[in-house]
């Protein structure tokens, strides 16, 4: 069973239904004990870092999220989701996240151009992934697929070995991580078509 935590922030239904259209069974849930008993637990987000930490921490669901991934159960974060598991965040000021992969969430600079033209932040839209490594949960994908993402912020891993994709826009981030039994990605795949959905897929079957 997969879990996908419902702590108010995330756009939880759309996460199920890309779940459902590969054919896994998954369940929202805001019960801290059904995501102890989950075989693999999704955390995504929506919204305000300070904002989505609060409610992690009022719900309760700080301790089962640090429990299970030291258990080594797959653990997917998105969008939000994967910068909560940084140690903070300048988003409206300095948040402590989850601290369980060292680095920061920072904000793309304000004057970013390319060939004159600047860049609007967010970053909305499709862009595409340069591997640096391949973790199972991507498997069949190809170097350079393109994927969705809408953020403002994007996350800078102290160490670079956790790093699985990056993408340019304006400059070079990190668009994926890939520590141990966690996989998270800024992009949202329950978003990005076929692409996304083989990342979903690859997940509900890793071991």
Not at 37 to 54: Q, S, T, Y
Not at 93 to 107: E, F, K, M, Q, T
Not at 173 to 187: G, H, L, M, P, R
């Amino acid at each position: 069973m997969i879990a996908i935590i419902d702590y108010g922030m995330g756009n939880l239904r759309s996460v199920q239904k890309g779940f459902e259209k590969i054919g896994s069974e998954a369940v929202i849930t805001d019960d801290p004990q059904v995501i102890l008993r989950a075989e693999r637990i999704v955390l995504p987000g929506v919204g305000a870092f300070r904002d989505c930490m609060h409610n992690l921490e009022q719900g309760g669901f700080v301790e089962p999220i640090l429990q299970v991934i030291a258990e080594g159960r797959p653990f997917l974060g998105i969008c939000v989701g994967m910068q909560l598991l940084f140690t903070d965040s300048v988003e409206f000021g300095l948040y402590s996240g989850l601290n369980v992969i060292p680095g920061h969430v920072l904000r793309f600079p304000a004057q970013m151009t390319v060939a004159g033209e600047k860049l609007k932040v967010p970053h909305m839209g499709w862009n595409q992934l340069s591997f640096k490594q391949q973790p199972p949960a991507f498997n069949g994908i190809a170097d350079g697929s393109n994927v969705y993402f809408v953020h403002s912020y994007y996350v800078h891993p102290d160490d670079s070995s956790v790093i699985a994709t990056t993408t340019d826009y304006g400059i070079e981030f990190c668009s994926a991580v890939w520590k141990d039994n966690i996989i998270a990605t800024q992009f949202h795949p329950e978003k990005s078509q076929a692409i996304g959905l083989q990342i979903l897929k690859n997940f509900a079957e890793l071991k």
